[in-house]
């Protein structure tokens, strides 16, 4: 598939994402619309993490314009800033359907946003790196999965 039908794909995935996050929103409490925006970027970030990681695991063929555009995509999310979808009481012990762990509101703020300025450096690290080639690619992915776990770790339930 070439580019731009991957660009054409995935951007009309994000429009999909997004109207159905908007959709579901019209009715929800701001505690559910919250939680839905965030898993959806959470989404987007895992479809784009999946290009990538198959193609440096050699699981898909290395594609260098489809690894430069899942590794700008990525960095782009990791700079979208929604504080608002981090509402209190948008926990686990508070509402259904997250896996957000109360700590995160218990932490410093410094410490969390720690967390999320590594997931951004690292991102902005794969995506200057992974249309290069595969080597790069495989170079620069290990560190977003770190920066990753760094936060899910600390602050997301495991699944049951």
Not at 20 to 41: E, F, I, M, T, Y
Not at 55 to 80: F, I, P, Q
Not at 146 to 157: E, S, T, V
Request: aromatic letters at 4%; proline letters at 4%.
């Amino acid at each position: 598939m070439s580019v731009l039908k991957k660009t054409l794909v995935l951007s009309t995935a994000m429009g999909v994402v997004a109207t159905l996050a908007l959709a579901g929103g019209h009715s929800a409490s701001p505690q559910d619309r919250a939680v839905k925006a965030r898993q959806s970027k959470m989404t987007l970030y895992a479809y784009n993490l999946g290009i990538l990681g198959a193609m440096a695991k050699g699981d898909a063929e290395y594609n260098s314009g489809a690894a430069g555009l899942a590794a700008a995509n990525l960095a782009a999310l990791t700079s979208v800033y929604m504080p608002g979808t981090w509402l209190p009481g948008t926990d686990n012990e508070s509402i259904k359907n997250t896996a957000a762990l109360p700590k995160l509101w218990q932490d410093k703020p410094e410490e969390v946003g720690a967390k999320a300025q590594a997931l951004s450096d690292a991102a902005q690290s794969l995506a200057k790196a992974a249309g290069t080639d595969l080597a790069s690619l495989q170079g620069a992915i290990g560190p977003v999965g770190k920066a990753c776990g760094g936060c899910h770790k600390a602050y997301r339930a495991e699944d049951d």
